[in-house]
């Protein structure tokens, strides 16, 4: 009996102890948790804004020096749908105008509403562009301006919440509106370009919780973002043109992002290529110049992340109608 009580006692011993390393454990998960919690709110304050692969075709988004440019009235659509298949992933929808001005063209205006739906949030911003050229020898160099108007809402409801009482998540975001001031530098002929830009200068701040006791998650916010943009156009043949191009972009508190793309154009009629999104995705591309007023592109994105287990990649799609198609364009635009 003795022995029997003895291991009865141990048994016990052993359970309680057990009980208590699985409180310790949970509470240890908690803290890393919590901390991890902390951190990811801190990241808050560096945004990245939307991607789009097709970038040389709707520079204006993020250039307003691009306005007006290629010499003729145009108007743009992309759409864009990343990461397929995923419940809430990223849709970005762009419609974007601009033209030349001026007796001389020397200056562009555009207009541009860009959308963007990520999960519970969805940001609209509307902006006016504003170009001037300053031609030399066989160049031009533009400086542009951005201004505008940036709107998002945030709908709670989209959201599986674990704890309907926490006061963050009952914060409304409701046509929540913040300015917009951007400028741009764009240098070009007709077969190279470089730009730079900074689309927005002011800081957009989304909400801030002022009566908050905490610190850590009274304010969300988005930093200055800032794109390098640059392409050639070879002659390999006389009906088929080569172009390279490139687009950096950088914000503070993110991985810088790169994206490089070789295109072809056959015949001034067939675009087609590749392209690479440094550590992100390889993508395809291709176009065609359906008439002189309408072409039409689209590129999809092959995932090379360890999210491509869920998602069957991303897609894209670009429309250009130009207006004004009847004058003489000796040398058709490869940018």
């Known amino acids: 009996l003795s022995l029997k009580k003895i291991i009865l006692e141990k048994q016990n011993m052993l359970v309680i102890y057990s009980y208590t390393m699985i409180k310790i454990n949970l509470n240890i998960s908690q803290i890393i948790s919590s901390i991890l919690l902390v951190l990811i709110s801190f990241s808050n304050y560096a945004q990245q ?38 419940e809430g992933s990223p849709k970005t929808s762009i419609l974007a105008f601009d033209t030349p001005i001026g007796r001389t063209e ?41 201004a505008g108007l940036n709107s998002m809402d945030i709908n709670f409801s989209k959201l599986n919440i674990y704890d309907n009482t926490d ?6 975001i409701d046509n929540k509106f913040q300015p917009q001031v951007g400028v741009g530098i764009f240098f070009n002929s007709e077969n190279y370009y470089l730009g730079l830009s900074a689309p927005n200068l002011l800081e957009k701040r989304f909400f801030e919780l002022a009566e908050s006791s905490s610190s850590f998650f009274s304010r969300v916010s988005d930093n200055i973002h800032f794109y390098l943009i640059g392409g050639y156009v070879f002659d390999l043949l006389p009906s088929l043109k080569f172009k ?16 490089l793309s070789l295109n072809f154009l056959l015949n001034n009629n067939f675009t087609f290529g590749i392209a690479n999104r440094l550590d992100s995705a390889i993508t395809g591309l291709a176009g065609i110049q ?6 039409i592109g689209l590129s999809y994105d092959f995932t090379t992340t360890e999210i491509e287990d869920y998602s069957s990649g991303s897609f894209e799609v670009f429309i250009r109608i130009d207006f004004g198609t009847n004058r003489k364009i000796l040398t058709p635009r490869f940018f």
Do not use: C, H
């Open 106 to 146: 020397n200056m562009g205006l555009g207009l541009s509403v860009f959308n963007d739906q990520i999960g519970p949030v969805d940001e609209t911003n509307f902006s006016i562009d504003y170009a001037y050229s300053i031609r030399f020898m066989f160049s031009k160099l533009t400086f542009g301006l951005k």
């Open 167 to 172: 006061p963050y998540i009952n914060y409304v």
């Open 290 to 295: 359906v008439s002189d007023a309408l072409m």
């Open 244 to 259: 390279p191009a490139t687009l950096l972009k950088a914000v503070r508190g993110t991985p810088l992002q790169w994206d």
């Open 49 to 86: 804004e939307a991607q789009f692969t097709q970038y040389m075709y709707a520079t204006q988004i993020f250039n307003p020096a691009y306005s007006g440019n290629r010499g003729i009235m145009s108007l743009k659509f992309l759409g864009r749908s990343q990461w397929l298949d995923i």
